[in-house]
Every structure is written in structure tokens, then in C-alpha cells.
């Protein structure tokens, strides 16, 4: 099951990344990872460094994905993202953090994506 769900998540992040790309998004790093925890994707829109968690599922009968970015889940993706910026020295960027959603139909491989931006805020 384990290597199901990441395979799920695998095609849901290769999904967002060329909706992003198609929507002029400069893809700056996937599955950025340290010890605090890991970030999907980072990509630049507008001025913006996105920092952008992809929820992927096949179906909503257990919710929305976007319902399982926990408190939690937003707090380690803000460390994590912290890492990030001391790392590449950007301090003076502008951030936000978002997250899609990507809804897999089982039957014919189609899918919906939702992309929500700015879709939580812990503060610097």
C-alpha cells in the first residue's frame, strides 16, 4: 500500500508541476527535503517563491485533499521552507505557500487539479 500511495503522489506532483509550467511557472526545486520535513515543489510566480504541497487522490469520499494539510503539516512545511531560504539566502523574497489538489478518475486516467494559493500563512 505504501508504495501505491507513493506512486499516487509521484503522478499527482508530475501532474502539478506541468500545470504550473503551463501556466508560466519557473519550477525551482521538487521534493526539497531536510531534516525538518519536505516540500513538493518550490517555484517562482509573479515575484513570489511558492512553496507548494500536492494532495493527490483518486476520488473525494474521505474529503477533500486539501483537508489533510493539518496544522501540523503546515508547521513542518513552514520549518522546512525556513531551511530552504537560509539555505539559498533569499531572506528579502516574497513567499507564499499553497497547495494543490489533484482528483484521479479511476475509470479512464483523467483527473481535476485545484490549485489553491495562498492557501495558508504561519508568519516569518
Known sequence: MKAFNKDIGSLGENIS???????????????????????????????????????????????????????????????????YILRKNIMDSDFRFDVMEVILNGDDNDFSINHIEDAFQLGF
Request: hydrophobic content about 30%.
Open 17 to 83: 508541476e506541468s500545470y504550473l509550467k503551463n501556466l508560466g511557472y519557473r519550477i525551482l526545486e521538487k521534493n526539497f527535503r531536510c531534516k525538518c520535513g519536505e516540500i513538493d515543489l518550490i517555484a517562482t510566480n509573479n515575484g513570489y517563491i511558492c512553496f507548494i504541497e500536492v494532495k493527490t487522490r483518486y476520488g473525494t469520499n474521505f474529503g477533500i485533499p486539501a483537508e489533510s494539510v493539518t496544522y501540523s503539516k503546515q508547521h513542518k512545511i513552514h520549518k522546512t521552507a525556513q531551511v
